[in-house]
């Protein structure tokens, strides 16, 4: 009871804050949201799965793309389309997975950058079903029970959709799954001794964690009421991993610090840089492997630890 | 002697022309401490890898609780009732004390994937928690539950070892050399932790290098070398078989050159 | 039948591109098992070297090309020194180094994005554009030299691997690194050595396939997936397999493009396809090590 008052507090705080804010403010506090549901399932799969993958964002392209098809090009009600999201997602993680974690070694991620790549291949010459290189656009989100939810009540939904990512990612790591994905992490052969199926630990956590950045997408789709291919392009892809690594791997309080800096830094830099800020993620990023491979969080902890 | 829980037939292993195990046989009963004796190279791990699924046997079968072993993969083994340790600790370096043991426990949860969202896997958890708490008091290392596994020292790393193979509620343990590079007082714990885990009803496969450790602890002992069991026996028969003293102290004075 | 030969030529040109590039990961995954996904940025980076001493400078080519292939070894040994060695030397895990290899990936591209404008850049040929007949076989002047080139590289590759004790040193260290540092081998010189040769491996493909594609910044993924396709189609145990996978990849892509009534771009999607059928079929690649 007690559990379900936090999570109603935050979702009323997070909720609340864009009506105290302007439209420009709005759109990037929603985006920012996004990114951190993003980071957080990214998390999961790399952090806590160990797993390297490319193909985070290109699922929440995957979500996003089908259920502006599914709507507006088979007309099919909105919870069909969920569904059938969901579904395409588990689909092609598991095409993807199965072969490739069965070996030890870097398969999947190359796997998902190859699948990364392709993705917006077949965004661009997908003609009218994605809309070639234009894209989609000039849709809606269809009215439910009669309302039409836009601006900062649109923002609800995306909180909505961080509080269920987060409530989903923090269950299963408190479990014997969340164990069993970091022992699979730590150390394959001891994890497998353990009773631990080590390929299917790793198929589930990146079939799961793809289908999570699917819904993220399918909320993201409704944000500028436009998808075209160059958003869903391998930048973001490296620019999620980035954001793990910077804030803390395998910590989920580090994915959301690595989120919100990296999604604002551009903000702040692109008078100094113009658009070349991701030179800057990436010094960062090597930095942050060499002298403080614990990310941000590991920084704060160790602030904590000096200061109390 | 007890009821038998694992048999070993004809247990044949090779690695490319060279002969790692040939022939062997032997059997553990419930409660009981086999040990498993042999110079350096004489096929005591081998032996270990191919029960514990992690090698495949070229010949004979391994049958536990009646049913055979060969062809399951370690995690299938582990599931069935065979834990083990490995020679090297391999903890999971990500993970307090406390997580490494349960992450053992792992084939006991019952809760599946589903319904982890759920109440009843909570209830669950907390109790499994409780149960790797009272392992991790029994092997001794009670106060150090929440520590962060790197800083363990190493006798206390075998210790999370073992505590973290009994998670699995093994029917029958393997432990490979747990004593390797205890001092003397943390061998002398650990010979009263083996031992009641047989008191348990465990049965226990202990390969040991050190003769001066597993004989008083060992109720059957299995002597190996060059890959051929030379001779399986009570300790005392053991300790008074010249075959064995000699092809032991032989290959000891040749790898102390 | 010429129409056929014709593309063969030209399908083999591009399979000895991506066996360069696989060779390039090969040397580095031997002594280290470091998976380093900037091979891609560094013939593209190579690919501008090209542009700069050739084009713009106006360099000889073969002076152009040393100058190139020094600078490429040069990056590599840099690059092993700033990313790699020092987490190695903190006995971090494997995972680290791969890491902050994408994290030079990206600096890299970046640099390239910063320093150059974003058009495609023209890198010259050789010896022309021209075409060479040999009966019904027939091919540009660059398909040739680069077939020529690849096979004189994996000849040595194979000589060094095979029969010289620099080589076989590669070997030890990857089969067990305490091993290897008991017997002498030195440890660090080896993975210089392995980055060095890497880069300057993929640095020749990048230089080889420019003047059919231009320098880009952007034309680095592409080949770091086709080259490392190709190494998992050959196998990774054996130096001749990074050249079969390569040529094997090629062939499967141009006659995809040519005979399949798809959209060229969806050639892309042939290395995922392949890597996929052979990561279920045959995990160890079409060659098995000694």
Request: proline share 4%; charged share 15%; with cysteine.
């Amino acid at each position: 009871m007690k559990n379900t008052l936090r999570w109603l507090g935050v979702f009323v705080l997070l909720a609340g804050l864009p009506f105290l804010l302007g439209n420009y403010y709005n759109d990037v506090y929603r985006k920012m949201l996004l990114w951190v549901t993003l980071a957080l399932g990214y998390n999961f799969l790399f952090g806590i799965g160990g797993q390297v993958s490319f193909s985070h964002f290109a699922f929440y392209g995957v979500g996003a793309y089908s259920i502006v098809i599914f709507l507006f090009q088979f007309h099919l009600p909105l919870p069909l389309a969920i569904v059938l999201g969901v579904a395409l997602c588990v689909l092609v993680a598991l095409a993807v997975a199965i072969p490739s974690t069965r070996l030890e070694g870097f398969y999947l991620a190359l796997a998902t950058l190859a699948l990364a790549q392709l993705f917006v291949v077949v965004l661009n010459e997908g003609g009218a079903v994605t809309g070639g290189t234009g894209g989609l656009a000039n849709y809606r989100l269809p009215d439910i029970f009669g309302v039409h939810i836009t601006g900062p009540w649109y923002t609800a939904v995306i909180v909505f959709v961080l509080l269920m990512t987060l409530f989903i990612l923090l269950k299963l790591d408190r479990s014997w799954f969340g164990r069993a994905c970091r022992a699979v992490r730590d150390n394959p052969e001891a994890a497998a001794a353990m009773g631990i199926n080590v390929a299917r630990t790793k198929v589930i956590v990146f079939t799961l964690t793809s289908a999570l950045a699917g819904v993220a997408g399918m909320a993201y789709a409704f944000v500028d009421n436009t998808v075209n291919p160059p958003i869903f392009g391998l930048e973001n892809a490296f620019l999620i991993l980035f954001m793990v690594i910077v804030g803390g791997s395998g910590r989920h309080a580090g994915a959301v610090i690595g989120a919100v800096l990296l999604f604002l830094l551009p903000f702040f830099l692109s008078p100094l840089v113009g658009h070349h800020h991701v030179l800057v993620f990436g010094l960062l990023v090597l930095g942050a492997i060499l002298v403080a491979p614990k990310g941000l969080i590991g920084a704060v902890d160790f602030m904590k630890k000096k200061f109390s | 002697m007890n009821k038998t829980i694992l048999q070993v037939n004809g247990l044949c292993k090779r690695f490319g022309g060279l002969t790692a195990v040939t022939q062997l046989d032997f059997e553990v009963g419930e409660g009981e401490i086999l040990g498993m004796i042999g110079p350096n190279g004489a096929g005591k791990s081998t032996t270990f890898n191919v029960i514990a699924g992690t090698y495949a046997a070229d010949a004979g079968e391994a049958r536990f609780a009646g049913e055979s072993l060969f062809g399951l993969a370690p995690h299938q083994i582990a599931a069935r009732g065979v834990m083990r340790t490995f020679q090297h600790n391999r903890p999971f370096a990500g993970m307090p004390v406390i997580d490494n043991v349960m992450v053992g426990a792992h084939a006991r949860f019952r809760s599946r994937l589903w319904n982890l969202l759920a109440e009843s896997s909570f209830k669950e958890e907390t109790a499994m928690r409780q149960k790797a708490e009272a392992l991790v008091r029994f092997v001794g290392l009670g106060d150090l539950g929440d520590a962060d596994v790197t800083t363990l020292s190493f006798g206390q790393g075998r210790l999370l070892e073992i505590a973290r193979a009994l998670a699995g509620e093994p029917r029958l343990l393997l432990l490979d050399e747990p004593a390797a590079g205890l001092t003397p007082d943390e061998l002398a714990r650990l010979a009263g932790i083996i031992r009641g885990i047989a008191d348990r009803g465990i049965a226990v496969l202990l390969i040991e290098h050190d003769m001066h450790f597993l004989l008083p602890l060992a109720h059957r002992v299995v002597v190996l070398n060059f890959g051929a069991k030379i001779a399986d026996g009570l300790p005392a028969e053991i300790r008074a078989n010249r075959a064995v003293t000699d092809a032991y102290l032989g290959s000891e004075h040749a790898a102390a050159r | 039948m010429q129409d056929f030969l014709e593309l063969a030529v030209s399908a083999t040109a591009s399979g000895c591109i991506y066996g360069l590039i696989a060779l390039a990961y090969l040397l580095m995954i031997r002594p280290t098992g470091i998976i380093n996904f900037a091979v891609g940025e560094w013939a593209m980076v190579s690919a501008f070297g090209g542009y700069v001493f050739l084009t713009k400078y106006e360099f000889p080519y073969p002076l152009g090309m040393a100058v190139v292939i020094a600078f490429m070894l040069l990056v590599g040994w840099v690059t092993e020194r700033v990313a790699v060695r020092p987490l190695v030397e903190k006995g971090a895990p494997l995972l680290a180094p791969v890491l902050a290899l994408l994290g030079v990936l990206v600096i890299t591209r970046e640099i390239i994005s910063v320093s150059f404008p974003p058009d495609p850049l023209p890198v010259p040929f050789p010896f022309g554009f021209g075409r060479l007949e040999f009966g019904l076989v027939a091919g540009s002047y660059q398909s040739f030299f680069i077939i020529a080139v690849t096979v004189l590289v994996f000849v040595g590759a194979w000589f060094f691997f095979e029969k010289t004790l620099w080589g076989r040193s590669f070997e030890a260290v990857s089969l067990n690194r305490k091993a290897a540092a008991l017997m002498g081998i030195n440890l660090s010189r080896v993975t210089s050595l392995s980055f060095a040769g890497g880069a300057a491996m993929a640095g020749l493909g990048g230089l080889l396939v420019a003047p059919n594609v231009s320098a880009h910044y952007q034309m680095g993924v592409p080949l770091a997936i086709q080259g490392f396709t190709a190494l998992v189609i050959g196998g990774v145990g054996r130096v001749e397999g990074a050249l079969l996978g390569g040529l094997l990849l090629a062939f499967a892509e141009q006659f995809t493009t040519r005979y399949a009534p798809i959209a060229s771009g969806y050639t892309q999607g042939v290395p995922l396809l392949l890597l996929m059928l052979f990561l279920l079929v045959r995990p160890t690649g079409l060659l098995r090590s000694k």
